[in-house]
């Protein structure tokens, strides 16, 4: 699975920062855009996001291209409905060889489970492949696929919905693949607007403490979460 930040709003900590300012001050914000110094930016969003105020941030927004995940992945990131997407559909492009397909690390690591999920990954390919050539149209040929059918998609997600995104994905609950994605778009977006993404991550990172209860994972640890996501 690849992962890239394609587009995000321009001068977003210049833009979220005069949004925040807007709020306090009498001139009008074209004026506020226009002198404010980006450090002064960076520090009015700490401030207000410190209180709360997540609108702010609404202002700025971020399109990511997610190639060659599974659906099962790309099922969970749809269910997030502040944000818009565009995905390959399974009506036009056909699944054509074996390479078309996501492996689970758990499957490829037991040699066992990795020659059941072939040997089975490769009769649905053949079953699709002969659907097909039976004139049976892509649409219903698909009906045979697995989660683990490779699919690529665009997702675009203010940064307010991002943070709550990677608050709830990038967490040691959050299924690997899920994880990956997340966590790997918000080392993207840190990098490209740092202040918006302060503190950003799981709920031991962003809240402080682990919001999971009884669910947290025995092996998860929140000292080395913080340690991990604080030097994404
Ligand atoms: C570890 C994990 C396990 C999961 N397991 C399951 C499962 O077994 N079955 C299942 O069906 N789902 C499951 N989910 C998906 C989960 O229930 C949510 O559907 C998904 O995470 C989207 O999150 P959301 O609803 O908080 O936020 P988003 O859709 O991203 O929306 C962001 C926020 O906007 C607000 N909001 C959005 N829409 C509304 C609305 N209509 N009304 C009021 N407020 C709204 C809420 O505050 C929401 O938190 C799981 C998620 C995780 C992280």
Request: glycine content about 4%.
């Amino acid at each position: 699975m690849k992962v890239k930040l394609l587009r995000y709003t321009a001068d977003a900590e210049r833009l979220c920062g005069t949004a925040a300012l807007t709020t306090i001050k009498s001139g009008h914000p074209s004026e506020i855009f226009e002198g404010i110094d980006p450090d002064n930016a960076k520090r009015i969003i700490r401030k207000v996001t410190g209180y709360g105020h997540g609108s702010v941030i609404e202002h700025a927004s971020f399109t990511f291209s997610i190639e060659d995940a599974s659906r099962a992945m790309t099922h969970q990131l749809v269910r997030h409905r502040i944000a818009s997407y565009t995905q390959q559909s399974q009506r036009y492009v056909a699944y054509d060889t074996l390479a078309d397909y996501v492996t689970p690390p758990s499957i490829t690591a037991d040699p066992e489970a990795k020659k059941v999920f072939s040997s089975t990954l490769k009769n649905i390919s053949e079953t699709y492949q002969a659907l097909l050539k039976m004139g049976v149209p892509k649409e219903d040929a698909r009906f045979i696929l697995p989660n683990a059918a490779k699919t690529n998609i665009i997702v675009t997600m203010n940064a307010r919905e991002l943070r709550h995104f990677f608050k709830v994905r990038c967490c040691a609950r959050a299924q690997w693949e899920m994880r990956q994605a997340a966590t790997e778009m918000l080392k993207q977006a840190k990098k490209a607007t740092p202040a918006l993404f302060e503190n950003a991550g799981p709920s031991c990172v962003e809240l402080g403490f682990c919001s999971e209860g009884k669910m947290k994972p025995a092996e998860c640890s929140v000292t080395e979460t913080r340690k991990t996501f604080q030097n994404l």
